[in-house]
Nanobody
Framework: QVQLVESGGGLVQPGGSLRLSCATS????????MGWYRQAPGKQRELVAT???????NYADSVKGRFTISSDATLNTVYLQMNSLKPEDTAVYYC?????????????WGQGTQVTVSS
């Protein structure tokens, strides 16, 4: 079985920073890409940032210049450094992994971590 466990969410004032972490575990051959997504109340889940095994990154326009995605060498742990946070960044943040494990290629999600930006 494969698990993705997020941590680092919480309450922060506008302009503040938070760092999210996502750790994968289980029987995994290769992780091809990891990503962070978020879902605010009443809205659809949206992409925040992704990183590939080759190190390529991609960001939503709304977070460019404020958020940074990074990982360890094998993508087993991925981070999201969030700076200059705004109230509109409030959402549940989910970690996603595209990976190969016994049985084939799979897409996994974490349980989510709440980020609240409020004064």
């Amino acid at each position: 079985q494969v698990q993705l466990v997020e941590s680092g969410g919480g309450l922060v004032q506008p302009g503040g920073s938070l760092r999210l972490s996502c750790a994968t575990s289980g029987s995994i051959f290769t992780i091809y890409a990891m990503g962070w997504y978020r879902q605010a109340p009443g809205k659809q889940r949206e992409l925040v940032a992704t990183i590939t095994s080759g190190g390529s990154t991609n960001y939503a326009d709304s977070v460019k210049g404020r958020f940074t995605i990074s990982s360890d060498a094998t993508l087993n742990t991925v981070y999201l450094q969030m700076n200059s946070l705004k109230p509109e960044d409030t959402a549940v943040y989910y970690c996603n992994a595209d990976l190969e494990r016994p049985g084939g290629l799979y897409d996994y999600w974490g349980q989510g971590t709440q980020v609240t930006v409020s004064s």
